[in-house]
């Protein structure tokens, strides 16, 4: 099975690309349902169709669903959040305070994601597609089974058959309710589905794929994207930069040319991965123009082929340092410079120039030494 998830800000076109990737994957013959996660709800314009939280056809072989957040969270969330309102309010925190505490960050769009793992599961599809929400929560979300580990250690870190026994006695003494059976077995299983969730997600079947415009805003949030997901282990396999105009545009577009030019330019400098254009189509793209938009897609390539599978970067925990290792082709020692300016990393190399977003913990470091070895650059932070 192959996993195609998308991502990316607001109005950049991740609805209008996951569609279209859909319509070309169905086309070549794999049986396709595109996950919206995205609570705009824009998938059901986009192929101008009623779509339902469960899949629905659009055309031979192609499924689409758009997720019901609220109905999710009900179903997967409701026992959990009961328990956490009440051990909350006994920490005498305020009613209304202690139920929007009990709802974790990132947790109504891991809602959405849970059900990514029940259509795996089913093995009725060859492709699955998300058009997740913008970057910043799809973020959150995908850090969201390490925040659950958390949880468990800090609230629960009690084996459930010793906590049958000290619940009676210990209760009346400590003035903290201790969770019932039934919440234990939901978050247990709950936990076991985001850990499964993150396996799928990071494994080779999975790419992510960051869609952005030409423009300094979008470049700029997409990097921090890429540096999050690689520092996750999601893999990015391609970006995909749409709304590019067309030179046919005219003589009144003639500055945007220019600015997208020198755009596009650096997102070849800062994600070094495979990058597809799309030009600004002349109207919005529903439709019949998105199926024609689907045939010039990634370059008229299949579009479930993981167009790169080497990960860009890596960050490690060495001794003391933490080193940040990058691919870097055909450059030797001698040549590296480095300069680090706030979060950002420039590295060059004689006419090799990689700029790195980095995350906080790098941010807030100096780099001390670089070494080059193997096609890859390894710089040390401390
Ligand atoms: N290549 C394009 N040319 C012209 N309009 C586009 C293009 N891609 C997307 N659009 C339009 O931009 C708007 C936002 O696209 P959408 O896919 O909903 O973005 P997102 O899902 O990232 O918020 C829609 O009206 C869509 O029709
Ligand atoms: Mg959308």
């Avoid at 769009?109 to 970057?135: G, N, Q, R």
């Avoid at 906590?163 to 209760?171: H, M, N, R």
Wanted: hydrophobic share 40%; charged share 30%.
């Amino acid at each position: 099975m192959r996993i195609i998830l998308f991502t990316g800000k607001g109005g950049v076109g991740k609805t209008t690309i996951a569609a279209a990737t859909g319509i070309k994957t169905s086309e070549l013959g794999y049986k396709t349902l595109i996950i919206s996660t995205d609570p705009a709800h824009s998938l059901s314009d986009s192929f101008q169709k009623e779509l339902k939280p469960y899949p629905t056809e659009v055309t031979e072989n192609l499924y689409a669903m758009e997720v019901n957040v609220e109905y999710e969270l009900e179903r997967h969330w409701n026992t959990i959040k009961e328990y956490l309102t009440i051990f909350f309010k006994s920490q005498g925190i305020d009613d209304v305070v202690a139920e929007e505490l009990a709802i974790f960050p990132g947790f109504d769009e891991l809602a959405s994601l849970l059900h990514l793992l029940s259509y795996y599961d089913a093995k009725a599809y060859d492709v699955i597609i998300l058009d997740c929400a913008p970057t910043g929560e799809t973020l959150r979300l995908l850090s969201v089974p390490e925040v659950a580990k958390w949880y468990m250690n800090r609230f629960f870190g009690v084996e459930k058959k010793l906590l049958k026994i000290v619940k009676p006695i210990a209760e009346p003494l400590i003035n903290v309710p201790l969770p019932s059976e039934e919440v234990l077995n939901k978050i247990q299983e709950l936990y076991v589905k985001m850990s499964r969730l993150k396996e799928i997600l990071e494994s080779e079947e999975t790419s992510v794929r960051i869609v952005m415009n030409p423009e300094k805003m979008v470049i700029r949030e997409s990097e921090r994207a890429f540096t999050y997901l690689n520092l996750f282990g999601y893999r990015v396999d391609c970006v995909v930069v749409n709304k590019i105009f067309p030179r046919e545009a005219g003589k009144y577009f003639s500055k945007w040319f220019e600015l997208q030019e020198k755009y596009l330019r650096e997102i070849e400098e800062r994600f070094p991965v495979p990058i597809f254009r799309i030009p600004f189509k002349s109207t919005e793209v529903v439709g019949d123009i998105l199926f024609e938009l689907a045939n010039e897609l990634y370059d008229g390539e299949d579009p479930t082929k993981v167009f790169h599978s080497e990960k860009p970067m890596k960050i490690e925990k060495e001794g003391d340092s933490f080193v940040l290792a990058v691919k870097a082709p055909f450059v030797s020692k001698e040549q590296i410079k480095l300069f680090k300016k706030g979060e950002e990393l420039i590295i060059i190399a004689g006419q090799w120039k990689r700029i790195v977003f980095l995350p906080q913990s790098l941010a807030l470091k100096e780099p001390t030494e670089a070494k080059f070895n193997n096609g890859e650059i390894r710089i040390y932070f401390r």
